[in-house]
C-alpha cells in the first residue's frame, strides 16, 4: 500500500513538472522570440511596461483556467458548453484554427533554426523538423517522450536565453524605470505578445497534460496551484531576459532590419549580440523552440477536437496529432509564408481569442459552484479575472485592425 501511494505521489508530481513545462514551452516558442525581438527592435526600453502587464495577465488567465479545467475535471470546451450551450464548439474551432497556424510558424521556426545551425534550406529543414514531431507522437511511450522533451527542450532554452543576455549589457536601469512608467504604451503589441505566450492554446496545455494524468479535483488544487506559478514564473524571467538581451544590442547602437519579407528581428539580434556564435546560438534556440512548441501546439489543439467527439481513444488521439502537423507541414511546404511575419500576426489572433476562453471561464469560477466540486473560489482570483476580461477585451477592441495589417507583410 505504501509503495502504491509513493508510486502515485511521484507520478502525479511527474504530471505537474511537465505540465509546467509544456505550459512553459509553448510559451516560449518561435513566436514569443520573434514577437519580443520586433516590439523592443520597434520601442526599446518602454516595451518593458508590455512584458510586465503581459506576465501579470499571464499568471491571472493560468490560476484560473488550470483550476477550472482541473476541478471540473472537464476539458476546456466541455466547461465553456457547461458555462454557456454551444459555446465550447466556438472555443474549440477558434483554439484549433489559431493553434493549427501557429504550427505553421513553428515548423518555420524550426527550419530557420536548421538554417541558421546548417545553412539548410528551410522547407527542407521544415520536412526534417515535422517529421521529428511526428516520430515522438508515433512512438509507443508517446506520453512519456512528450514529457521529458517538453523538459529537456525547456531548460535548453532557457539557458541559451541566459547565455545571450550576459554576453550583451542591456540599460538595466532604464529597463527597470520604463516597466513601472513606460514612455510610451503600443496596446496592439501588448495584444500580440499576450496572444503569442498565453493566448489561443496555450493557456489550456498544462491544465489539459494534467486533467491527462490524473492530478484533478479539490485535494489537489493547491498543487496545481503553485504548479501555475512556478510556470509562469519561469515563462516571466525568460521573457524579461530575453527583453533586456534584445534591448542590450538594439541600445549598442545596431539597427535591426524590420523591413522586408525575408527580416528575421531575433537572428539579427542573437548575431548582434555574439556574432557568428550567436547566430548559432538563434539558431539552435529557435529549433528547440519550434519543435517544442509544435509538439505543445498539436498536443493541445487535437485535445480540442473532443469538443466533437467525446469518446476519442488516447491511440486516435496520437493519429490526429499526426495527421495536425503533417497538413501544417504541408501547407508551409506549398505556401512558403514568411516565418516571421506569420508569427507576429497569429500571436495577434490568439491575443484576439484569449478573452472569449477566459470570460467563460471567470463565469463559472463565479457563478457556477456546482461544477467546481465543492471548492470554495477564492474572491481574490475572481476579481482579478473579471479586470483581466475587461482589460482584454478592450486591448483586442483598439488592437484588431493593427493585428490583421500584419497580414499584408506575409
Not at 258 to 287: D, E, H, R, T, V
Not at 349 to 358: Q, S
Request: net charge positive; hydrophobic share 55%; proline share 3%.
Amino acid at each position: 500500500m505504501e509503495n502504491n501511494t509513493k508510486k502515485f505521489f511521484s507520478e502525479r508530481q511527474w504530471a505537474i513538472v511537465a505540465s509546467i513545462f509544456l505550459m512553459a514551452t509553448s510559451a516560449m516558442g518561435p513566436g514569443f522570440l520573434t514577437q519580443t525581438a520586433t516590439f523592443t527592435a520597434k520601442m526599446g526600453a518602454a516595451f518593458g511596461f508590455g512584458i510586465l502587464l503581459s506576465i501579470i495577465i499571464d499568471y491571472v488567465v493560468q490560476q484560473n483556467i488550470w483550476r477550472v479545467v482541473t476541478l471540473t475535471q472537464m476539458r476546456a470546451p466541455e466547461v465553456a458548453n457547461a458555462a454557456l450551450p454551444g459555446s465550447g464548439y466556438v472555443l474549440a474551432g477558434l483554439v484549433i484554427f489559431g493553434g493549427f497556424f501557429f504550427n505553421i510558424g513553428n515548423i518555420a521556426g524550426a527550419a530557420l533554426g536548421l538554417n541558421a545551425l546548417f545553412g539548410l534550406d528551410t522547407k527542407w529543414g521544415g520536412v526534417i523538423s515535422g517529421a521529428i514531431a511526428i516520430l515522438i507522437f508515433a512512438s509507443k511511450k508517446a506520453t512519456v517522450v512528450i514529457d521529458k522533451s517538453m523538459i529537456l527542450l525547456g531548460v535548453v532554452k532557457i539557458l541559451l536565453v541566459v547565455i545571450v543576455a550576459i554576453i550583451v549589457a542591456p540599460p538595466v536601469a532604464d529597463a527597470f524605470h520604463q516597466t513601472i512608467l513606460p514612455s510610451h504604451i503600443d496596446f496592439a503589441s501588448i495584444t500580440t505578445i499576450v496572444g503569442g505566450t498565453v493566448g489561443g492554446y496555450i493557456c489550456y496545455a498544462g491544465a489539459h497534460r494534467l486533467l491527462d494524468k490524473g492530478a484533478v479535483g479539490p485535494e489537489h488544487i493547491q498543487e496545481v496551484s503553485r504548479a501555475a506559478t512556478k510556470g509562469i514564473i519561469v515563462v516571466g524571467i525568460v521573457r524579461y531576459v530575453l527583453f533586456l538581451a534584445v534591448l542590450g544590442v538594439v541600445a549598442s547602437g545596431a539597427v535591426i532590419d524590420l523591413s522586408g519579407k525575408n527580416a528575421n528581428p531575433a537572428a539579427q539580434a542573437f548575431q548582434y549580440a555574439a556574432g557568428m556564435f550567436g547566430f548559432k546560438l538563434f539558431g539552435l534556440i529557435f529549433f528547440a523552440a519550434g519543435i517544442s512548441s509544435a509538439i505543445g501546439a498539436a498536443y493541445t489543439s487535437v485535445s480540442f477536437f473532443t469538443a466533437f467527439k467525446k469518446d476519442i481513444t488516447l491511440k486516435q488521439r496520437n493519429v490526429c496529432t499526426i495527421i495536425f502537423i503533417a497538413a501544417a507541414l504541408l501547407l508551409f511546404v506549398i505556401l512558403g509564408a514568411t516565418p516571421a511575419s506569420l508569427l507576429i500576426f497569429v500571436g495577434g489572433l490568439n491575443g484576439l481569442v484569449l478573452p472569449v476562453g477566459l470570460t467563460l471561464f471567470v463565469y463559472v469560477a463565479a457563478c457556477r459552484k456546482d461544477l467546481l466540486g465543492g471548492y470554495d473560489y477564492p474572491m481574490w482570483l475572481t476579481v482579478l479575472g473579471v479586470i483581466t476580461c475587461i482589460l482584454t477585451w478592450y486591448m483586442g477592441y483598439i488592437s484588431f485592425n493593427t493585428i490583421f495589417n500584419y497580414l499584408k507583410s506575409l
